[in-house]
């Protein structure tokens, strides 16, 4: 798998372009390059996906303004997964479960606190 086409393949599945990135490096800022001189190091870069051997950095990211791709591996297989940053709606709705009774059950802040009082509001600021 070659590591530039797999990436330009992530960013149209996300609905993103090259354009729209603003750098490329490691997850905590320390590394650091543009789009472009990622696309040149990458545009050589081939792996295996199903490889345990050949391994793409797993703090590599793609970063955008209000979105990011970061390194996944799913069952042995590498990909990328892209993130959007969460926004929040207004001053969004007051909740208070946390936890999930039944062990059945995906829990989810929306799920676990239903629109029971949908006039309560968050104490956040709007």
Known sequence: MNLLTETVKALQAGGK???AVRWVGS???TYAMSWESFA???KDTTYHRFSGNELVARDL???GDIWWMER????GVQSW???QYPRRRGRGMHFDRLLATKSNSVPTVRRLNPKLH???ES???A
Not at 72 to 75: E, L
Request: glycine share 8%; hydrophobic share 40%.
């Open 17 to 19: 372009s090259p354009a």
């Open 27 to 29: 997850r905590d800022g």
């Open 40 to 42: 040149e190091l990458a």
């Open 61 to 63: 990211v793609i970063v």
């Open 72 to 75: 996944i591996d799913v069952g």
């Open 81 to 83: 997964d892209v993130k």
């Open 118 to 120: 949908p006039d309560e």
């Open 123 to 125: 104490d956040l600021e």
